[in-house]
């Protein structure tokens, strides 16, 4: 259940607050020549992503993988396992790591 708020404000002490800012100062600094933090919103939570590709899928090569739970919603996947030969539409499992989804298992046959 959320507090009622008591309409008073915060107090911090002149040390409390240039600990605070520095703090948030560092924090947010961070290396400018990166991009933007970016967070893995696919799949809720889960950095693992059950769905299917249409096969074949080469070694080194990225497809387009479609979600099995939420159809609408498609990832770029690497393989960078093994060819998979066969043809037609397969279940796979593809996770997200060091910023990019990797194919994590695959139906071959």
């Not at 008073?8 to 605070?20: D, L, N, P, V």
């Not at 020549?33 to 059950?50: L, W, Y």
């Not at 739970?69 to 996770?95: D, E, M, P, R, W």
Request: proline share 2%; charged share 15%; hydrophobic share 35%.
């Amino acid at each position: 259940m959320a507090r009622k708020s008591t309409g008073k404000r915060a107090g911090f002490t002149e040390a409390s607050a240039k600990r605070i800012a520095r703090a948030v100062i560092s924090s947010e600094g961070g290396n400018r020549n990166m991009g933007p933090t970016t967070f893995n919103t696919a799949g809720g939570d889960d950095a693992i992503v059950r769905g299917t590709f249409t096969a074949p899928w080469s070694k080194g090569s990225t497809v387009t993988v479609t979600d099995a739970t939420l159809s609408a919603v498609t990832y770029q996947a690497v393989n960078y396992f093994g060819s998979i030969t066969s043809t037609g539409t397969k279940a796979c499992a593809i996770g997200y790591a060091n910023g990019e989804w990797i194919l994590l298992a695959a139906e071959c046959t």
